[in-house]
């Protein structure tokens, strides 16, 4: 079992930044990726930004050049950094882990909520 705890949401201005952070704890060594879905009221679920074990990142063409997501592997810890961030950023955050362990599996966070409003 993986577990994942977010923390760093908020409500912050247009053009403004803010840092996501994910913990994660147990079976640790077992994740393969990392990642930050949103979720955006009435939509769906849908990846932000994501990164390998080895740090390799991708990121949804819709936060491209504004996010940044990396890793600590010492802390267990995932960032999202956040700027510019625009009004349609507004969701809650996941933070997800995969991996395998006898058998591949998803882990979720509760979620974080960012609000970006004037």
């Known amino acids: 079992q993986v577990q994942l705890v977010e923390s760093g949401g908020g409500l912050v201005q247009p053009g403004g930044s803010l840092r996501l952070s994910c913990a994660a704890s147990g079976s640790i060594f077992s994740i393969n990726a990392m990642g930050w879905y949103r979720q955006a009221p009435g939509k769906p679920r849908e990846l932000a930004a994501s990164?390998?074990?080895?740090?390799?990142?991708n990121y949804a063409d819709s936060v491209k050049g504004r996010f940044t997501i990396s890793r600590d592997n010492a802390e267990n810890t995932v960032y999202l950094q956040m700027n510019s961030l625009k009004p349609e950023d507004t969701a809650v955050y996941y933070c997800?882990?995969?991996?395998?362990?006898?058998?591949?599996?998803?882990?979720w966070g509760l979620g974080t909520q960012v609000t970006v409003s004037s």
């Open positions: 997800h882990a995969a991996g395998f362990r006898g058998t591949y599996f998803d882990s």
């Open positions: 990164i390998t074990i080895g740090g390799i990142p």
